[in-house]
């Protein structure tokens, strides 16, 4: 892993199934503001065909997975440990930084 890779990313907390895990998130690139699980991933090249189904997918889905993903934020124990653990601290000068 090369120096500018961490550059390019921030760490954050995520989930994987029910588990807290580090991931990053993309500062620049095609995936800025992306979350992924390496900051090599965030310089990878597209898959333009899976991009295009994706797109397909949210196009006529686009409510139910609105409403899956506030009711998961919502009632999801393991999402309201995210929501704390990637909250900047109160602490003068600490926290998360971008």
Not at 17 to 42: D, E, H, L, N, T
Not at 69 to 80: D, F, Q, V
């Amino acid at each position: 892993m090369l120096v500018r890779e961490f550059l390019e990313a921030s760490q954050v907390w995520s989930r994987t199934g029910g588990k807290q895990v580090r991931k990053y998130r993309c500062v620049s690139g095609i995936r800025k503001g992306r979350v992924m699980s390496s900051p090599a991933a965030c310089n990878k090249p597209l898959n333009v065909s899976k991009s295009v189904g994706l797109k397909r997918t949210k196009a006529a889905k686009a409510g139910n997975i609105k409403m899956t993903g506030i009711r998961t934020r919502k009632n999801n124990p393991a999402s309201k440990r995210l929501k704390k653990l990637n909250a900047p601290s109160r602490r003068k000068g600490k926290g998360r930084r971008l």
